[in-house]
C-alpha cells in the first residue's frame, strides 16, 4: 500500500486546485461532490481504513478530517469570493433608480363637512345618543306648525324657507333638523336620546350663509330631564369637540319650540377672548343653541308635559367647520374644487 | 335696533356704563352686538371761532384762517370756501388723530404754518360726503370738546331682539330690561301740554266697526301747526338710530316709535273725507295706494282706515298717499292704536311690505300705551312747535283691562331647570319684571302680566323669566341620567355610508357635496340625455337663483360639473364621490326622496405614478368600485345586466345593476354627448347606487370547513362570438359541480388571429373536492362537462395551444 497521508495530501490539493479554478456556485459544488462530499475522493479513501493496521488508522484518520476541514473551509471562502463577484456584478447590470417616486396609493379625501359631523355624530354616539334621519323636503307641519311656529307668526321671519311647487302647497325644504324631533317624538314613548344630522336649506346666499348647509340636532326627553343636564351634556361634548379649558357660557334666546331658550358661546378659538374680527370683538363664538323643549310641543307627540321634560340642542355643522379649519368663505364647501378638497 | 345711551337713561337713571349695560343685556337675552362711543377720534377737536380770514398768498384756492379756542389763537391753512369770519368751526390741533386715521400735526402749506385743520363732517366720521367744512351752531362754545358740543359724547348699542320680544322694539323697552336687570325704577316722562276750548269730538269722529283686530284706536287733533323742520336734537337722535328726518310732525311719530314702541300715524285732518275715521277690513278687492306711490292690491280680509268716502290707510302697515301730511297741512289727527299681530302681519307679508310700523305691530305693541304715546307726542311737540290741540281725545277701548294673570309654581321651576329657586327668589325676579304677585296655598301663585309683554301666556314663560334673569350661569352642570337608547337602523345605515365612503377614500377618491338642487334650465335643454322628465321632478317654488329651481333627480350633473371645473383648474385625473339624496315624484306616495352613493371617475388609472402612465380608466374600472361597495353594504346577490336604459350613459357600455329583479343601482361610460355639452373631452365613468335597495339585513357569516384536500386548476381557452355575455358564461360554469369552486377570466383577447366578430377568453377553473382527492376521472369529466358547456351553450370553439 502506498504511504496513505501522502495519497490524502494528494487528494487535498487536487481538492485545493478544483476549489480554486472554480467560476461558478455550481463548479464549486462540483468540486465539493468530486473530492470532499458524501461520495468524494476522501469519503471513498477513507472506505479503506478499517483494512490498516490498528496503528495507521489513527494517524490517517486524522490527517483525512484535517484535509477535508480544510478544504471546507477554503470551500466556504471561495463560495463567498464567488457570491460577491456575482452580487457586484448584478449590482452593475440590475440596478435600479431607488430615487424614482413609490407606488403610493393615492389616497382621496374626506370633505370637511362629513368630517365634522361624522365627529359630532361620533362624540354624541358616545354619550348614549342614536341616530335618526328624516326628509329633506318636508311638510309644513313638521317643519313649522308642530313646532310651534304657527303661520302668520313672526317667528317664520328667522328662517327664510323655500317651498316646494306642489298642490296644497305644504311641502318646504326643511329649514332646519327640529322636523325630525317631531317624527321621532310620534314614533317613540320616551326615554328618548336622538341626534339628528343632515343637509337643512335657507334661501339665503352670502360669505355665511349657504342656499344648502347641515346640522345636527340633538334632543333628549325623560321623567326628570333638566336644563342643568343640558348644560352637562353640552359642556362635555364642546370639551370633547374643541378641547380642554374652552370656557362656555350659556346666554339666553329664543327658539319657538324651545323654552327656556339659550345660545352657547365658547371663547374665540382664534383670539381667547381679547377680541379679534373672527369673533367681533367680543371674545364670544356662538356655536349652538338649545333649551326645554316646549310644553307647546309636546302637546302635537301626544306626551304629558307635566311627566316628562326634555332638552334640544342644535348646530351648523358649517360654522364648526369653517371655526376649525379658518375657512371665511362658506361657498367653498360646494365649489368641490380639487385644490380645497385635497387639503382635508 | 339701535338705542342711544343718553336716550335710555331718560327712562332709566342706571349706575351700568354703556359697555356694562351691553354685557348686562346680552346675558339677559338681549343681545347687544356692538356697543359704539360716537364721539371716537374727536378726542382732540374742539369748537373753535373763525377771527379773521384771508387769502393765501402763493394759492388761489386756500385761505389763511386765524381762529381762537376761547385760550389761544392759531393758524391755519384752509381749502373749504363754505365759511366766514365769526363762524362757530371744529378745530383739529396738531397731534390729533381723526376717525378716518388722518394725523393732523403743524406743518407749512405753500410757506405758509398751519396750526391744526379745520374739519368737515366726512373727516369726522359723520358724513360719507361733506361740501365743505362742519359749521357749527352760532353760540357754540368756544373751546368745548367737540363730542359733547354736538351731542356726540354718547353710545349707540345695536340691540338684536327676537320675534318674541316685541316690546323690547324701543327705548322705553330696553329700559325695562335694564330695570328687570338691576332692579333700577324705569320712569315714564311727565307729559303736558296746553289744550284749545274746542272738543276734539265736534272736529272729528272716530269709530272702530272691526274691534277684534283693532282692540284700542286713541287719537288726538290738532287744529293748528306749522309745517316745519324739527329741532337739531330730534333730527340727530333720528338719524343716528338710521330715521331720515323728514317735518316736525312725521319726525314727531317716528320719535315715538322709537322711544316707546308705539307706532304712529298722523292724517291730514282737511283731507279726511268728512273728517271721519273708522276701522273696517276691506270687505271686497280693491287698489290703494300707499304714501310711497305705490298702487297696491287690497284683499277683503285686509283692515283699513277709512274715511266718509274710502280707505286712507293700510291699517298698522302704511299710510296712503291721499291723506298725508304736505307742507301746506295745517290740521293733523294723530293716530295710535293697537292692531292683531296676526291680522298685521298677514297683510304685510301678501303686500310684501314690512315697514317700521307693522313690524312692531306683528310682534306686538302695547295696548295699554297708546294713549300715553298720543299725549307724549303732543308734549314734545309743543315744546318745539306752536301748536293747537283740541280738548280731548278719541279712545276706543281704553277702558278695557289688558293685563293677564298666568299661574305659576316655584317647583316647576326646580323641575325644569334643574336647580332650587327660592320662594323669594322667585318674588324678587317677577317684581323686578313688574308684575305683581299673588302667592297662593300649595306653592300655586297668580302673577300678573302687564300688557306689554305678549310672550307670557303661561308658566313655563314664567320659568323662563325666573332662569334668565337669575342668571345661567347659576344653573349647575348635571349629567343625563337615562337608560342607554337602542341602535337605530339610521345608526346602522350611518355605519354603513361611513364604510362604503372610507372604501372610497382608499381607493382614491375625494368626497364632494353638492347642492340638492340643479339648473332647470339645463335639464330642460339637455331633458333627453339626462334621462328624466323635468315635468316629474321636485320644483322649488322661489328658487334663490335659475341654477338652483330643481330638485335633483340623480346626483350625475353636480358631479359631472365639479369634474367640468376640476379638469378647468388643471386637474386631470378625477376620483370623485358623493353621498346625497335624490328626488322626483312618484305615483306611490307622490314624491320620493332616496340616499344614493355616486361616483364618477376621469382621467388615468393610475394617476400619479411614472409606469403604466397612459393607462385610462375604463368601464371595468367603475364596474369594479361598484361591485365593492355594494358588497361593502352587503348588497349581494346582485348581476349586472346590459342595458340601454339610461340615457346618460353610453348605451353599449352600461349596465344596471339588478338585485331580487330591482335595479340597486347603474353604472357606466357617461353618455359623449351629454359630456360634449358640459364642454368635458374625453371619457368619464359613473356609479350611483341606490343605499336602501343595496342594503341587506346583516346575516351572521355562517363558517365552511376550510378544504383539506388538494385543489386542481384547469385553464381552458374558448373563442367566442362578440355577443357572448361573459358574466354569463362564468355564472353558468360556476353552477356546473360543487367541485367547481371557483373560475374566473385572466385573459381576453381580440384581433385578426381571432377573426373578427369573435373574442378568446381564457379561464382557470379550481376543481376541488371537500371529502377526498379528486381523481383524474374525476377531473376529466367536470373539465369535460364544462367544454361541452362552453361549445355547445354559447357557440364557443375550444382553442388548443
Keep these: ?105 393615492s389616497f382621496g379625501h374626506r370633505h370637511p363637512i362629513s368630517q365634522t359631523m361624522t365627529e359630532i355624530i361620533a362624540i354624541f354616539q358616545r354619550l348614549g345618543f342614536s341616530i335618526r334621519g328624516g326628509p329633506e323636503i318636508e311638510k309644513d307641519y313638521y317643519n313649522f306648525e308642530a313646532l310651534n311656529i304657527p303661520k302668520d307668526h313672526p317667528a317664520r321671519d328667522m328662517q327664510d324657507t323655500f317651498y316646494i311647487d306642489w298642490p296644497g302647497g305644504d311641502l318646504v325644504l326643511r329649514t332646519h333638523t327640529s322636523p325630525i324631533q317631531i317624527r321621532a317624538m310620534e314614533a317613540m314613548r320616551p326615554p328618548v336620546r336622538v341626534i339628528a344630522p343632515g343637509a337643512v336649506y335657507r334661501c339665503d346666499s352670502d360669505v355665511t350663509h349657504s342656499p344648502m348647509f347641515h346640522q345636527v340636532e340633538g334632543f333628549a326627553v325623560d321623567r326628570s330631564t333638566t336644563m342643568a343636564d343640558l348644560k352637562g351634556l353640552l359642556t362635555e361634548f364642546c370639551r370633547m369637540m374643541f378641547g380642554e379649558g374652552k370656557t362656555l357660557r350659556f346666554r339666553p334666546s329664543f327658539f319657538p319650540f324651545t323654552e327656556p331658550s339659550a345660545e352657547v358661546d365658547i371663547r374665540c378659538v382664534n383670539c381667547s377672548g381679547s377680541g379679534c374680527r373672527v369673533c367681533k370683538d367680543s371674545g364670544w363664538l356662538e356655536i349652538l343653541g338649545c333649551g326645554m323643549i316646549d310644553p307647546a310641543v309636546y302637546g302635537f307627540v301626544g306626551y304629558d308635559p307635566e311627566e316628562y321634560t326634555g332638552f334640544a340642542f342644535g348646530m351648523g355643522v358649517e360654522r364648526i367647520a369653517m371655526l376649525r379649519h379658518g375657512i371665511s368663505d362658506i361657498r367653498l364647501f360646494f365649489e368641490n374644487d380639487p385644490r380645497f378638497l385635497s387639503q382635508f | 335696533m339701535k338705542v342711544l345711551y343718553s336716550w ?160 323690547c322694539l324701543s327705548v322705553l323697552g330696553v329700559a325695562r330690561e335694564v330695570a328687570a336687570i338691576t332692579g333700577e325704577t324705569v320712569v315714564l316722562p311727565e307729559v303736558s301740554f296746553a289744550e284749545d276750548t274746542l272738543p276734539a269730538a265736534e272736529v272729528a269722529s272716530v269709530v272702530v266697526t272691526d274691534r277684534d283686530l283693532c282692540p284700542r284706536y286713541s287719537a288726538r287733533v290738532i287744529t293748528d301747526v306749522t309745517i316745519a323742520p324739527s329741532p337739531p336734537g330730534i333730527q340727530r337722535r333720528l338719524a343716528l338710530c338710521g330715521v331720515r328726518p323728514i317735518n316736525n310732525i312725521v319726525d314727531i311719530t317716528n ?408 335595479a340597486i343601482g347603474w353604472v357606466g361610460a357617461v353618455c359623449r354627448d351629454l359630456l360634449s355639452a358640459l364642454e368635458i373631452a374625453g371619457a368619464a365613468y359613473y356609479g350611483e347606487i341606490r343605499v336602501h335597495k343595496a342594503l341587506s339585513a346583516p346575516v351572521a357569516v355562517q363558517y365552511r370547513a376550510i378544504p383539506r384536500f388538494p385543489p386542481v386548476f384547469r385553464d381552458i381557452a374558448c373563442v367566442f362570438p362578440m355577443s357572448v355575455p361573459v358574466g354569463d358564461v362564468l355564472a353558468m360554469v360556476r353552477e356546473l359541480s360543487p367541485e367547481i369552486r371557483e373560475a374566473e377570466v385572466f385573459d381576453v383577447f381580440t384581433g385578426a388571429k381571432i377573426g373578427a366578430g369573435r373574442k378568446s377568453i381564457a379561464f382557470r377553473i379550481r376543481i376541488q373536492a371537500e371529502q377526498r382527492t379528486l381523481t383524474d376521472a374525476d377531473v376529466h369529466s367536470i373539465h369535460t362537462k364544462v367544454v361541452n358547456l362552453l361549445e355547445n351553450r354559447f357557440g364557443g370553439t375550444i382553442r388548443t395551444s
Design chain 1, 1 to 105: 500500500m502506498p504511504d496513505t497521508t501522502e495519497q490524502i495530501a494528494l487528494l487535498a490539493e487536487k481538492g485545493q486546485q478544483a476549489i480554486s479554478v472554480a467560476r461558478t456556485e455550481s463548479d464549486l459544488l462540483d468540486a465539493k461532490g468530486r473530492y470532499f462530499g458524501k461520495k468524494g475522493a476522501i469519503s471513498e479513501f477513507l472506505k479503506g481504513l478499517p483494512a490498516l493496521p490498528m496503528e495507521d488508522r489513527k494517524r490517517v484518520g486524522a490527517a483525512a478530517n484535517e484535509a477535508r476541514a480544510n478544504l471546507e473551509a477554503s470551500f466556504r471562502r471561495r463560495l463567498e469570493e464567488i457570491r460577491e463577484k456575482g452580487r457586484v456584478a448584478r449590482e452593475g447590470i440590475e440596478r435600479i433608480d431607488v430615487t424614482l417616486p413609490g407606488r403610493v396609493p
Design chain 2, 8 to 167: 335710555l337713561t331718560e327712562f332709566v337713571d342706571t349706575r351700568l356704563s354703556p359697555r356694562e349695560v351691553q354685557d348686562a343685556l346680552t346675558m339677559a337675552g338681549v343681545e347687544v352686538s356692538s356697543c359704539r362711543y360716537l364721539g371716537e377720534g374727536m378726542d382732540d377737536v374742539v369748537v373753535a371761532r373763525i377771527l379773521e380770514m384771508r387769502p393765501h398768498p402763493d394759492a388761489e384756492k386756500l385761505s389763511l384762517c386765524r381762529v381762537t379756542d376761547g385760550k389761544s389763537e392759531y393758524r391755519v391753512v384752509c381749502g373749504a370756501k363754505n365759511m366766514k369770519t365769526g363762524d362757530a368751526v371744529a378745530l383739529a390741533r396738531a397731534g390729533a388723530t381723526l376717525p378716518a386715521g388722518m394725523q393732523i400735526g403743524k406743518a407749512k402749506i405753500r410757506g405758509q404754518v398751519s396750526e391744526g385743520m379745520l374739519c368737515s363732517e366726512q373727516e369726522l366720521g359723520l358724513a360719507e360726503e361733506s361740501p365743505g367744512i362742519m359749521i357749527l351752531p352760532g353760540d357754540s362754545q368756544e373751546g368745548m370738546p367737540l363730542a359733547p358740543a354736538i351731542g356726540m359724547a354718547d353710545w349707540l348699542l345695536t340691540v338684536e331682539i327676537t320675534p318674541n320680544r316685541g316690546d
Design chain 2, 255 to 662: 320719535y315715538l316709535l322709537l322711544e316707546l314702541g308705539q307706532p304712529m300715524h298722523a292724517f291730514d285732518l282737511d283731507r279726511l273725507a268728512g273728517n271721519r275715521i273708522d276701522v273696517r277690513k276691506s270687505g271686497t278687492p280693491r287698489t290703494f295706494t300707499t304714501l310711497d306711490g305705490t298702487a297696491r292690491e287690497i284683499l277683503p280680509e285686509m283692515l283699513l282706515i277709512w274715511d266718509a268716502e274710502g280707505p286712507v290707510a293700510v291699517a298698522g302697515v302704511m299710510g296712503g298717499q291721499n291723506t298725508e301730511v304736505l307742507p301746506e297741512t295745517r290740521r293733523i289727527l294723530f293716530e295710535s292704536a293697537h292692531f292683531a299681530p296676526a291680522s298685521i302681519r298677514s297683510t304685510g307679508r301678501r303686500l310684501g311690505l314690512s315697514t317700521e310700523s307693522s313690524y312692531r305691530f306683528e310682534r306686538g305693541v302695547d295696548p295699554s300705551g297708546t294713549m300715553y304715546a298720543a299725549d307724549r307726542a303732543l308734549s314734545l311737540l309743543s315744546g318745539f312747535a306752536d301748536i293747537c290741540v283740541s280738548a280731548g281725545s278719541f279712545d276706543i277701548g281704553g277702558d278695557r283691562e289688558y293685563r293677564r294673570t298666568v299661574p305659576f309654581r316655584p317647583a316647576r321651576a326646580e323641575r325644569v331647570i334643574g336647580r332650587t329657586y327660592s320662594d323669594r327668589e322667585c318674588t324678587d325676579v317677577l317684581t323686578r319684571l313688574g308684575f305683581p304677585v299673588k302667592e297662593g296655598g300649595k306653592g300655586a301663585w297668580e302673577v300678573t302680566v302687564p300688557a306689554h309683554r305678549f310672550d307670557i301666556e303661561r308658566e313655563i314663560d314664567l320659568v323662563e323669566e325666573i332662569a334668565r334673569l337669575s342668571g345661567y350661569d347659576t344653573i349647575p352642570t348635571t349629567y343625563p341620567e337615562s337608560e342607554a337608547p337602542d341602535f337605530s337602523p339610521d345608526d346602522r345605515l350611518a355605519a354603513e355610508v361611513e364604510r362604503a365612503s372610507e372604501f372610497l377614500r382608499t381607493e382614491g377618491f375625494s368626497q364632494a357635496i353638492n347642492f340638492s338642487f340643479v339648473s332647470g334650465k339645463e335639464w330642460e335643454k339637455h331633458a333627453s340625455l339626462l334621462g328624466f322628465d323635468p315635468s316629474d321632478a321636485m320644483r322649488v317654488a322661489n328658487p334663490i337663483s335659475e341654477d338652483t329651481t330643481l330638485m335633483r333627480p340623480h346626483l350625475l350633473t353636480g358631479l359631472l360639473h365639479n369634474v367640468e371645473g376640476s379638469i378647468r383648474r388643471f386637474v386631470d385625473d378625477i376620483r370623485l364621490f358623493e353621498v346625497g339624496k335624490a328626488f322626483g315624484k312618484s305615483l306611490a306616495e307622490g314624491h320620493f326622496e332616496e340616499l344614493r352613493i355616486a361616483f364618477v371617475m376621469y382621467g388615468r388609472r393610475m394617476p400619479g405614478t411614472w409606469s403604466g402612465a397612459g393607462e385610462t380608466v375604463d368601464f371595468y374600472d367603475a364596474k369594479g368600485v361598484a361591485e365593492a361597495i355594494l358588497a361593502l353594504l352587503g348588497g349581494k346577490p346582485f348581476h349586472f345586466v346590459p342595458a340601454a336604459s339610461r340615457p346618460f350613459l353610453e348605451p353599449g357600455k352600461s349596465s344596471e345593476i339588478v338585485k331580487d329583479g330591482e
